[in-house]
């Protein structure tokens, strides 16, 4: 589904909201939107994650085909294009796009839903919310 929406300072964004039923088929839709030039406009570019495992895990699937930069507690300067990192790191940073990648439990407790409520409000220009199904 896309939607545009309002961040409330006069800027309008795409949202698009996207089923995934593996975090291999999340990287590859987001790989692909990459490849194919729709991102070339954008400067900084982030992959929002739940936590650094998830993020170091999408690095390595996406550093296989495209240059990508990892973020963890032990980085200190991100100097703009790609990056992935966990959604507490993200708090006080704005990308041109980002994709908030989610499991579907953030609705669980309001400390989940406010980190996933900052990772959106990350986008100035393009988002996706990524829901990768879980497995059972």
Same mark, same amino acid.
């Given at each position: 589904r896309d939607f545009c929406l309002s961040r409330g300072l006069g800027d309008v964004y795409k949202r698009q909201e996207i089923q995934c039923g593996s975090?291999?088929?999340?990287?590859e839709f *987001?790989?692909?939107?990459?490849?194919?030039?729709?991102?070339?406009?954008?400067?900084? *570019?982030? *992959?929002?994650?739940?936590?650094?495992a998830d993020a170091y895990e999408v690095y390595r699937q996406l550093s296989e085909y495209t240059e990508v930069t990892l973020i963890t507690n032990q980085s200190v300067v991100y100097s703009g294009g790609v990056v992935v990192l966990p959604k507490f790191l993200a708090k006080g940073m704005e990308f041109d796009a980002v994709y908030v990648m989610t499991d579907g439990t953030y609705k669980n407790s309001m400390v989940t839903r406010h980190t996933h409520y900052i990772a959106c409000t990350r986008a100035l220009h393009e988002l996706y919310v990524i829901d990768v199904m879980q497995s059972e």
């Open positions: 975090l291999d088929e999340a990287v *987001i790989n692909d939107k990459l490849s194919y030039g729709d991102m070339d406009a954008y400067d900084n *570019i982030a *992959i929002l994650t739940n936590d650094e």
